[in-house]
Nanobody, 121 residues
Framework: QVQLVESGGGLVQPGGSLRLSCAAS????????MNWYRKAPGKERELVAR????????NYADSVKGRFIISRDNAKNTLFLQMNSLKPEDTAVYTC??????????????WGQGTQVTVSS
């Protein structure tokens, strides 16, 4: 069965960096586009970044553009989100999700459980 397991979250000071990982199993990871989402308390879920199956095309929310980088290692079945210059408003639960095909999507078919990121001094 498809499994997506996030890691790398934690507490970081404003201006700091974190790298999230999403370990994928149960499907041929290299064939599918992947997304990162986040959900902050009292706010709607936000699509943070999208990446095609080969890693060749990305898309970012305006709120993270220039600060976050989505990438993947298809040999290790792992998706990453490098987060730099973190702000308190980046505090949220971050979740990875699998798309139904190799192209970027707005409707994933599988989701991870999420990892908490807290940006605070």
């Amino acid at each position: 069965q498809v499994q997506l397991v996030e890691s790398g979250g934690g507490l970081v000071q404003p201006g700091g960096s974190l790298r999230l990982s999403c370990a994928a199993s149960g499907f041929t990871f290299s064939r599918y586009a992947m997304n990162w989402y986040r959900k902050a308390p009292g706010k709607e879920r936000e699509l943070v970044a999208r990446l095609t199956s080969d890693g060749g095309s990305t898309n970012y929310a305006d709120s993270v553009k220039g600060r976050f980088i989505i990438s993947r290692d298809n040999a290790k079945n792992t998706l990453f989100l490098q987060m730099n210059s973190l702000k308190p408003e980046d505090t949220a639960v971050y979740t990875c999700a699998k798309c139904p095909s190799f192209v970027r999507c707005h409707g994933p078919d599988y989701w991870g459980q999420g990892t908490q990121v807290t940006v605070s001094s």
